[in-house]
């Protein structure tokens, strides 16, 4: 179910991307011509919420919901995926700051990986029990 779940998110946020932005350098490695892209408004606070922020939050909640089957078992390794999950984001937007990472830093992607993060931690108390429990 999970893994339906996340395929599922995952394939929105490809859509978006693949539709609505302008090209992205995933597409271009990848050699993916996507044609004709959709003009938007982004002057618009939804149309951006909708073009820009949504789709990193649908990937970032993809793969806190993957990591939900390193929670099983708690060993060090587990927690060390958990914890690479969960940063992972937030690594990336600061390489972007640096210019390790290419791609462009923005405010408004690291509200939008805090913001997913607090609704799964809200939803998924496997996690937050983990990384609040004892090793054992």
Same mark, same amino acid.
């Given at each position: 179910?999970?893994? =339906?779940?996340? !395929? +599922? +998110? @995952?394939? %929105?946020?490809?859509? %978006? $991307?693949?539709?609505?932005? !302008?090209? %992205?350098?995933?597409?271009?490695?990848?050699?993916?011509? &996507?044609?004709? $892209?959709?003009?938007?408004?982004?002057?618009?606070?939804?149309? $951006?919420?909708?073009?820009?922020?949504?789709?990193?939050? +649908?990937?970032?909640? =993809? /793969?806190?919901?993957?990591? !939900?089957?390193?929670?099983?078992?708690?060993?060090?390794?587990?927690?060390? +995926?958990? #914890?690479?999950? %969960? &940063?992972?984001?937030?690594?990336?937007?600061?390489?972007?700051?640096? #210019?390790?990472? &290419?791609?462009?830093?923005?405010?408004?992607?690291?509200? !939008? $990986?805090? @913001?997913?993060?607090?609704?799964?931690?809200?939803? =998924?108390?496997?996690?937050? /029990?983990? @990384?609040?429990?004892?090793? =054992?």
């Amino acid at each position: 179910m999970i893994l =339906s779940v996340t !395929t +599922l +998110l @995952l394939l %929105i946020g490809v859509g %978006i $991307y693949f539709f609505f932005r !302008t090209p %992205i350098i995933a597409f271009s490695k990848l050699h993916i011509d &996507s044609g004709e $892209y959709i003009a938007c408004n982004t002057n618009n606070p939804l149309v $951006y919420f909708m073009v820009f922020c949504l789709p990193d939050a +649908l990937w970032y909640m =993809s /793969l806190l919901l993957v990591q !939900t089957f390193f929670i099983e078992e708690k060993g060090w390794l587990n927690r060390f +995926l958990v #914890g690479v999950a %969960i &940063s992972l984001p937030f690594l990336l937007e600061t390489g972007q700051y640096f #210019g390790c990472v &290419s791609g462009t830093f923005d405010w408004f992607d690291i509200i !939008t $990986y805090c @913001l997913t993060l607090i609704i799964f931690l809200l939803c =998924s108390r496997k996690i937050f /029990l983990l @990384l609040h429990s004892k090793q =054992s």
